[in-house]
């Protein structure tokens, strides 16, 4: 089986699962208002492609788009890359939704979540 083709069930399947547990404008936010952070290129070296499938197996459990997670990793150090990722996500659940959808303001709301990394 490709590697799109367990990206494509591995976001369905998280966002049935997410679906049941997160709240509606989580899903709303991380889909819509970051929709370019989750196109990524996945890189010419085997390294570099191994890594990019963890990353998108996990963005598809964590519904946080690939771009944040390929950045997690680059700038999580001490824990997991799973770990790390699960702090950005519950920093974004305990921020809620941004106030707008300004491009300025949904910068900073990435920026403060992406902190929560290296905390």
Known sequence: MSTFWKV???VSLAWILLRATKPRW???LMLRAFA???VAEPGKTPEAQKQF???ADIAARALL???WVIKIAEISTG???EQAVQKVQQKVLAMGPPSDTKPETLAKYRETALA???A
């Open 8 to 10: 494509t069930i591995g």
């Open 26 to 28: 989580y899903q709303d």
């Open 53 to 55: 499938e963890q990353c």
């Open 36 to 38: 370019s952070d989750q």
């Open 116 to 118: 929560a990394a290296k």
């Open 65 to 67: 788009p690939l771009g």
């Open 79 to 81: 824990v997991t890359i």
